[in-house]
Structure formats: C-alpha cells, structure tokens
C-alpha cells in the first residue's frame, strides 16, 4: 500500500525496544526512564480507586474531552503556586506530557517547518515531531542549558523555524538546567521570532538541590508557551495523565485536537487523580518520593567516581532522573553497548547517538538512576568500570 | 502565530459540544453516543482494581508501547473467536477505537489524498482525519450498507482514493448494517484500487435481532483491512481501551505511531481490563447489557411510532446505539432544534448535516437511546412530538 511519505521518518524506536528491555530480569539496564515503583503511593490510591468504584458509576463513564474539571481545577490551583496566572479553563487534560507533543507538533508543522532543539534532546520530542516531517535545528548547550548566542544564530539561520521544544529543568538526556538569565532571553527570541514554545517539565518536581528556577510560562510576555506537565513521576506513569498550559488560542486548538487524537483521557484515572489531591497531601509525597530519589542521584555519582576512569565525564543533575556520561573522543557507546557491555557486563543505557536530532556524536551515554534499585547501581556500575580499564 | 494550515479544517466540534451539554440536567438529550451506565460491571471492576493495587505496584508502572501482553492475548482470542485468524502479535492496544482513526490517518494521509466513506458517517471519524487534510468522497448508503456501484463509481473518479473508512455494523449516525454481499465485493474494490480499508466496530457486539455478519478483516485476502474495536460499549467507556489488528506490515507502523502519539495506554487500565477478562464472564456480561438495550430500541421505535408524524422516517436498528430520523424535504433539524426542540421542548439530539463529509443534509437527526433511562425517552420523544403537528 501507499503510505504516507512521513512514515520514512518514522524508524525503529530506541525507547520501544528499551521498554522490551525492561522485562528482562537477566540484564541491569539503566535505560529506562521509569520512576521507582517503591516510591508510588499505592495504599493511598488503592483506597482512592476503591471508593471511586463503589459509588455512582460515573467515573466509568465519558466526560468531557478536556479534561475532569476538578482535575483541571487542582493542576492549575498547583501552577499558580509554581509562579503562574492559570485557572482551570487554560488546562487541558492530555495522556502524558507525551500526548503535548504530538499535539503541539500537529497544530504547528507543515513538512519542512522548523523544530529549534537542545542539542542533545528527548528522543520522545524527536519520534513525536518526525511524522510532520519536520527539519531540526538544534542548539548548543552547555552546564547552564541552551547557549543563546547559539541560539540566536541557529534562529537567524532558520527563516522556517516554528517551534521550540525545551526541557529546561533537569533535561532528558543531559540532567541539566537552563539558567534564569538563558529563560528570559528565549523568551525574547522566541518573541522576535515568532516561534511557539513547548515547555515540557516532566521532571520540574523533582529537585534535589537548589532553588527553583521560574517557569518559561511565568516569562511569558506573549502567551506563547505551552507548558507540559505530568503525574507520571509525581504519582504514577501507569494512569498515563499529564497537563498542557496554554493562552486561549492555543489552548482551545490544542482540546479540539485532543478530542480528534483520542476523544479523552481516562474519566476513572483522572477522577482518582483528583480524588487523591483532595484526600492526600502530595507535596509531602513528592518531598518523600524526592528524597529517595536524591539519595539514588548520590549514589550513582558516587559509584561513578569511583569506579569509573577520569576520562569518562558525566553530568551532575540537580534534580531528575539522569546523568549524561561522555566518553573520549572515538569512543563508541553504541557499539561497546553491543559488543561488552550487554554480553559481557550485563548492563545497558542508552548510547547518546540517538538522541541527537540531525549530527550524532557517538561518545555519550545516558544513564537513569530512579528506576534502580540501590544494589542494581552499584552492581551496575561497578561490573562496567572493569571493563573500562585504558 | 503561524498555525499549520491543517488547523484551519478543525473547526467547532458539535461532538465536545454534546458532550458538554451532557453535564446539563435540565435538557433530555438524544445526542450523546454514551452507554448506560447501569448497565457497567461496576462492582466487578471495583473487585478487579481492589486486587491489582493491594499486590505489586505493576500496574502503576510503565509497560510496553503495544499494550499489556495479557491484553493482547484476550483481545486475540476473542477476534479468533470471531472468525479473524489473529494472534496476540496481531493487535494493538490504543485509546478507544478513536485513536486508531488518527494513527491510520496519520499512517495514511497527505495533504489532498482521498478518504471514501458512508454518506452520512461518523463525526468522530472526519474530526479525525481532518487534521490531514484530506478531500472526501462519501458512498450512497441505503439500508444495506454502502451502495456498492455507487463505490465502484466514486472511486473510478477518486484516483488518489488511499483509506476507506466504514462502520459496518448499526453505523453510526445512520444504525444501518452493511450485507455480507456487499462485505465481500468491497474487499474486491479495495483489492483494485489499492486502498486500506479501516473497520470501525464499536457495537458490533451489541446486536438485538439476527445472527453476527463476517468481519471486513474475515475477508481480507492482501492484509488490507485495520480493524479496530473498543471495550468502551462492553466494558465502560471511562477506561478508554480499544484495539487495531492488522496485518504486520501495517501493525508495526501503527505501533510506532501510537509510541509516538502518547508512549502507551493505561496500563492499570489495561491490568484490569485483562484480570476482568480472567475472573468474570465478559459474555454473560454483554449478553445481559444486550437485553437492557434491545429493551431501549424497542421503546424509542414504539414511542416514535405511536407519536411522530408519519412524515418523519426511521431506521430500525439491529444493534448499536442510534437510530436516524428523516424529516420531510425542506426540514431543518438544526434550526429546529435551535428554535424549539431545546427552548420549548427542552429536548437534544444531533442534527444530521454535521455527518455529512462534503454535501450536508438538513432534514436528518441522530438519536441515542442506550443512554437514556426509559422514563427519559417516553418523556424526550413525546413532549417533542407535540411540536410536529403539521
């Protein structure tokens, strides 16, 4: 049959086969980005599901497509703490943060249109644009996230550029965090240029040291950032439930595209979402949920340092769930994945080469910690750095 | 902004607007497409749910893209049992039949490339596509189906003809079911003009009178035919469980695209879909919604029969949720309910032109009755016939 063109770019996926991985008890794998089951709430929701299900059964029925109102009411009542002007009428209700980008990527790109990236970015921001055909952009970053003269120059360059998609806090693949001074200066640019920009903040909760940095949104001048959230690692990935804040224009054709994708999220799970804000106090989850996961991010650094030579560098993330390890020049992470690390080792990541969106470099790897247990990470890195032995 | 122009086919949605209307206590309105929710397997469920979150907090977790295995076994015997030769591999599990009209459009659609469809078909399907940017080619319906030379016509003109978008079985708006004969020549059709034929089946299971027809998907000779169905009218809509089962080729792009779209369906949702399938009888179960909704078609006939005008037309549906009413030529339904049915009557439904993808009638209305309580239909039915003295 003739598909459509754009099916070309949709190639074998890095993240489908590593969510195969994870059923493999044999293997430690690190490529994951899964947060900690131990950590879920589980009583308090199983308690939440129980009473949801024992009363009137709407619950199991449809509701309206943008989302729950109570729902819709407790995410923006959150985003007005987080330092932005939100009610719950400029809240869409979407499958993950991922559903955000694929609806973002609907309503903005016609084929050729320009992406502008972190470089590296998530994968899951590549395979959710790549249908619409998109050509990439991507910018340098560095300690502090995105450079903007980098930018500024890759913006002057891209007459096309439509969109641009940022994880500022704790980035997917790197751990990093963009600076304060680096968000308002995108927001300049992205008012210069007219560029829509996709927030996506999955990890924003999760900070380990440090002060929060304000939102893009927050700096928003000219309602052009949509800001993407999620449960998924505040409660749990399995209710598949995320936010998207955005002005009215956006907002109401980001719903009619919702509605046109999957009619709605699940009316139970987004019911136990709201009935579990009310009952339970997740910010004390959060804070418990955080400081395990602080104690895994010390851990991993700590074993790293130790174990691993001086010439593999690897990020510090202060909040998150991964570090980004660099390798030396000539290095292959993909291949010495292949060849030692998974056969011999018995341990997998993510080599960095995928997460590059138009030049690979193949000398980085992404490492996750949340998901491990503490004897998983240490087994894990430990058995790789003999291997590692120049 | 500069939204893609692909936006500017997604106008106001009479669906979410229903849908809205739907929270309204004061209206009685034919127009949702809602099952009734008495008729869910609520304490079940609550059962299913209690067991899945006291154990392991699997189900809380991530899974793979293509849907719980368990999931997938279920679905691949049932469809087995329903003359499909599929196995789990086959099926994909998404978010309501829904979702698979976008990853099939987005499989499928360029800009200007055709979609063949019923005329009148379901709403839910063009708000769908329309995001792709499609021309339409609508297919004369009588009361068995598409018209099959009018197809063969209309695809002799329609050489960029790619998907062929059918409900056959108590179609939505119309409640008409499509004849074997014509099941077999449309697989033919599809053969010779290389097309993909996408087979919604949401009620299929909810037939009242007569035995089950064969499948498109039972017919197909060259791995054309994606069917897609739904637990939303068997189990309850609220969970927002569907599936696809196509042939490979087709299977594998759609899985990428569905990992692209929202990374996954619920996977509690799923667990308790699948632990529902292993610990209940899901036919006993349907057996007996089936009755409770024969029961409501007979009524909206009886009470239409004995109360509408002879000059208004219905069909006599043999399953599913609708029926679809004619009014004399020169009627507007939409105008009509605007004018009189809501303000006077105080009764909804859904005028038919909106599921007409190219040349809107005005003289047609769809009506539910599996929502509706059967006080609420005699109510609904009769106080709006009262305004039909003609």
Redesign the interface.
């Known amino acids: 049959?003739?598909?459509?063109?754009?099916?070309g770019r949709?190639g074998?996926?890095a993240?489908?086969d590593l969510?195969?991985h994870?059923?493999d008890p044999e293997l430690i794998s690190f490529g994951?980005g899964?947060?900690d089951?131990?950590l879920?709430p589980?009583g308090e929701?199983?308690g939440v599901?129980?009473e949801l299900?024992?009363g009137d059964?709407?619950?199991?029925?449809?509701?309206?497509?943008d989302g729950l109102p109570e729902l819709r009411e407790h995410v923006a009542a959150r985003m007005r703490r987080d330092g932005m002007d939100c009610t719950a009428g400029d809240v869409l209700i979407?499958?993950?943060a991922?559903?955000g980008l694929?609806l973002a990527g609907?309503?903005?790109?016609?084929p050729g249109?320009t992406v502008v990236t972190e470089n590296p970015t998530f994968l899951?921001a590549l395979?959710?644009f790549?249908?619409?055909e998109p050509a990439y952009a991507p910018v340098r970053t560095d300690e502090d996230g995105m450079d903007m003269a980098d930018l500024e120059r890759v913006l002057s360059r891209s007459p096309r550029a439509?969109l641009l998609y940022t994880v500022p806090d704790f980035q997917n693949p790197t751990g990093i965090t963009m600076s304060t001074p680096r968000r308002r200066r995108l927001i300049e640019l992205a008012n210069e240029h007219?560029?829509?920009v996709l927030e996506d903040t999955p990890y924003r909760e999760l900070r380990y040291d440090g002060d929060s940095l304000p939102t893009l949104k927050s700096l928003d001048t000219e309602g052009?950032v949509v800001h993407l959230g999620s449960f998924?690692k505040i409660l749990?990935?399995?209710?598949?439930l995320g936010w998207a804040v955005a002005d009215p224009e956006?907002l109401d054709?980001l719903?009619?595209?919702k509605?046109?994708?999957?009619?709605?999220?699940?009316?139970?799970?987004m019911a136990a979402a709201a009935r579990y804000l009310d009952r339970h106090d997740i910010d004390a989850h959060i804070t418990a949920a955080r400081a395990g996961y602080r104690a895994k991010r010390d851990l991993i650094l700590e074993v790293l340092q130790k174990t691993f030579p001086d010439t593999v560098a690897f990020t510090t993330p202060r909040g998150g769930l991964f570090t980004w390890l660099t390798f030396p020049a000539g290095f292959d992470t993909a291949e010495f994945m292949r060849d030692v690390a998974v056969p011999r080792a018995r341990v997998a990541y993510v080599p960095g080469a995928t997460f590059f969106p138009t030049t690979p470099e193949h000398n980085h790897a992404r490492f996750n910690f949340s998901g491990m247990s503490d004897d998983d990470i240490v087994a894990g890195i430990t058995r790789l750095s003999t291997y590692l032995n120049w």
């Open positions: 049959m003739r598909f459509a063109d754009r099916m949709v074998p996926s993240i489908r969510l195969r994870g059923a994951g899964y947060p089951p131990a879920f589980a929701l199983h599901y129980a299900l024992s059964p709407a619950a199991l029925q449809y509701c309206p497509s979407i499958q993950g991922q559903q694929d609907k309503l903005m790109l016609n249109d899951g395979i959710a790549n249908p619409f439509k007219d560029l829509l052009r998924s749990a990935p399995g209710m598949r956006v054709r719903a009619l595209l509605l046109a994708a999957d009619t709605q999220c699940s009316t139970l799970n």
